[in-house]
């Protein structure tokens, strides 16, 4: 099998989507994750807890990094509850010397037309190996980023979601601008098609009801989730909602290997910071970076459409499937080409 490369780049802690998609990854063989890069905040804390989540699934293999935490100018928006029900206490798991900048650049670089960068948080990491490494640009075989909104929506429950609620851009927006100004190939999976992509009951009674590292991991981050929602958002003044446990990240890293789950369209996407209307909040807001389609020649791929339910079973299968197969097929394929 030939597989997808991909440096996996996350703010693994704040959200559970950051490690259910790290552990879905682990347990994809058609995936060969060169290494997993940590952003947004504490990132030795998110180190250690990427270290952690690979360790349950079996994966030491996957080198960890840590990454670039604090934003090109500002602060950052708001953090969640780092390694609630991940690690242990005192428990300090070893990752890799070696900064994420230098491993993207040096893999990029050493790789032309190969690897696939998959950004779930900031894209503070890529917007330096940028500055410091222009040539990135042209080398790398995709950039596939979950994050911004482009078409603001009301979700299923019936809330109207904040463009303020959106912080993947907005904890790092310089970052941002000059990611998606850099020319380089874009796959862009923006939030307001990401939350088609709930978890469905059937599948949550499915993770519940295996008995397995993995899974019990994944149960006890989704199980904590919701109280902790509500007290992230109302701490930095967002009115919120919990309305269902979104498979933001998971989805993005399918679209690394399957492109049939979402609906991709070439459109011009550029980066504004106009008025926004907060509604919940009754204020106008001129400090959200925005990513506003124009009727320009196309510079990404935008999606716009997905198959949640699939993503749901999809998600599923493999968080309840028998831990090993990842390593086991990346282990075949190294020995099939050796």
């Not at 807890?49 to 950052?76: C, N, S, W, Y």
């Not at 923006?190 to 295996?210: A, F, H």
């Amino acid at each position: 099998m030939e597989q997808t490369r991909i440096i996996l780049d996350t703010d693994i802690g704040t959200y559970y989507d950051d490690i259910c998609a790290v552990l879905f990854a682990a347990q994809s063989p058609e995936l060969k994750v060169e290494g997993v890069t940590t952003c947004y905040g504490d990132t030795h804390l998110r180190a250690q807890i990427a270290q952690k989540a690979l360790e349950v699934a079996g994966r030491t293999d996957i080198p960890v990094f840590k990454g670039i935490g604090q934003p090109m100018r500002g602060h950052a928006l708001m953090f969640g509850f780092e390694g609630d029900g991940i690690l242990e206490p005192g428990e300090q798991p070893k990752y890799e010397d070696q900064h994420a900048v230098d491993f993207i650049i040096e893999t990029i670089m050493n790789n032309p037309g190969e690897i696939r960068v998959v950004t779930l948080g900031t894209v503070s990491n890529v917007a330096h190996a940028i500055l410091r490494e222009p040539k990135v640009v042209e080398n790398i075989k995709e950039l596939i980023i979950m994050a911004g909104v482009v078409i603001p929506i009301v979700d299923a429950k019936g809330v109207r979601r904040s463009p303020r609620e959106e912080y993947n851009f907005n904890n790092d927006a310089i970052a941002a601008e000059i990611v998606l100004k850099s020319g380089m190939p874009i796959s862009y999976v923006p939030c307001d098609v990401t939350l088609d992509t709930p978890l469905l009951d059937g599948d949550y009674q499915r993770i519940r009801d295996t008995d397995t590292p993995i899974a019990n991991l994944v149960q006890r981050v989704l199980d904590i989730w919701p109280p902790q929602e509500k007290l992230i958002y109302v701490s930095v003044g967002i009115p919120t909602e919990f309305t269902a446990l979104w498979l933001h990240d998971p989805l993005v890293v399918m679209h690394a290997f399957d492109q049939t789950l979402l609906g991709m369209w070439p459109l011009h996407i550029g980066v504004e910071y106009p008025p926004t209307v907060i509604e919940r909040d009754m204020v106008i807001a001129n400090d959200i970076l925005r990513t506003v389609p124009k009727k320009l020649p196309p510079n990404m791929d935008v999606a716009l459409d997905v198959d949640g339910p699939r993503v749901s079973s999809f998600f599923t299968d493999r968080i309840v499937a028998p831990q090993g197969n990842g390593l086991a097929s990346r282990q075949t394929a190294a020995g099939a080409t050796s």
